[in-house]
Structure formats: structure tokens, C-alpha cells
């Protein structure tokens, strides 16, 4: 069964940054596409950024130029570094893995980024 563990999450302040890391297991094939999602308190599941097994990167238009998203696809691990946070990024964050049609969602990590 596939599982992903996301670690990395926590508070900071405005400007702050933090590093998101996803691992999956209980395949043995690799994750066509990685990324994250993320709730915000009364907003619905967002898709912040996406990853493909060529390379090819996607984000939302809110956090294009402030987060980044990297894979291992040996590992099947996904990272997604976050700059210049601001409090409207508040939420849970979810990693992300696609296997042909099937979706897979992590439990989720906090982020909160105070003013």
C-alpha cells in the first residue's frame, strides 16, 4: 500500500522559509508525479505545486518565485522549499503522488506563518 510521510512543517514568521520533504513507499514503481497540496482554514485543497517524472514543475500563481519543488525519483521523494512566507500560506500541506490513474495523499503538516 502506498504511503506518503511528509516532515518539515512548523510556524514561522513573515519572510521566514521552510523545507518540505515527502517520502512514498510500498511501491516499487516511481511516481509518475509528485508535488503539494494544501488546505487553508475555509478555502478548498489547493494545489500548490506539481512534478513530473521528465522534470517539468507547476505552481499555483501565488507562489510561483517563492516555493520550490524537487524530486529523487530513485527515492521517490519529493521536497518543497518555501521562501518569503506570508500568512495566507497558513494551512496543512499534503504531499502528493500520482501512479498511472491512481492519487495518493500524505496525512498532512502544519504550517503556520505569523505577522
Known amino acids: 500500500q502506498v504511503q506518503l510521510v511528509e516532515s518539515g512543517g512548523g510556524a514561522v514568521q513573515t519572510g521566514g522559509s521552510l523545507r518540505l520533504s515527502c517520502a512514498g513507499s510500498?511501491?516499487?514503481?516511481?511516481?509518475?508525479?509528485m508535488g503539494w497540496d494544501r488546505q487553508i482554514p475555509g478555502k478548498e485543497r489547493e494545489s500548490v505545486a506539481r512534478?513530473?517524472?521528465?522534470?517539468?514543475?507547476s505552481y499555483t500563481d501565488s507562489v510561483r518565485g517563492r516555493f520550490t519543488i524537487s524530486r529523487d525519483n530513485t527515492k521517490n521523494t519529493a521536497d518543497l522549499e518555501l521562501n518569503d512566507l506570508k500568512p495566507e500560506d497558513t494551512g496543512v500541506y499534503y504531499c502528493y503522488a500520482r501512479i498511472g490513474t491512481s492519487d495518493f495523499w500524505g496525512q498532512g503538516t502544519q504550517i503556520t506563518v505569523s505577522s
Open positions: 510500498g511501491t516499487r514503481f516511481i511516481f509518475h508525479a
Open positions: 512534478i513530473i517524472l521528465g522534470g517539468r514543475k
